[in-house]
């Protein structure tokens, strides 16, 4: 019995997770949806993408990586 209700327990995992990555493509989905409307309405879509990873980064993770920038730019001169 024992051997019945573990794998009951794994199918029920496995499940879920199914129903999960099923959701995830929708809202992936969703995602690209978007961006193509916003890129019919003119906007860059690359420069938006970065944003979008800047807005989750912390604010001083995002100052750290700013200042880094700045500083390879500016020793290979793209300023």
């Known amino acids: 019995m024992s ?7 794994l ?3 496995i ?8 959701e995830k493509k929708g809202i ?3 995602v690209k949806d978007v961006y193509l409307e ?3 309405n ?6 938006m993408r970065a944003i979008v990873r800047l807005r989750r980064m912390e604010k ?3 100052q750290e990586a700013d200042a880094l920038l700045e500083t390879y730019r500016s020793a290979l001169g793209l300023d």
């Open 11 to 13: 199918r029920l995992f």
């Open 60 to 62: 001083n993770a995002r």
């Open 42 to 47: 003119g906007y860059d879509t690359k420069t």
């Open 15 to 22: 499940e879920r997770i199914e129903r999960l990555e099923e």
């Open 28 to 30: 992936a989905d969703d």
């Open 38 to 40: 916003a890129k019919a």
């Open 3 to 9: 051997d019945n209700v573990a794998a009951d327990q």
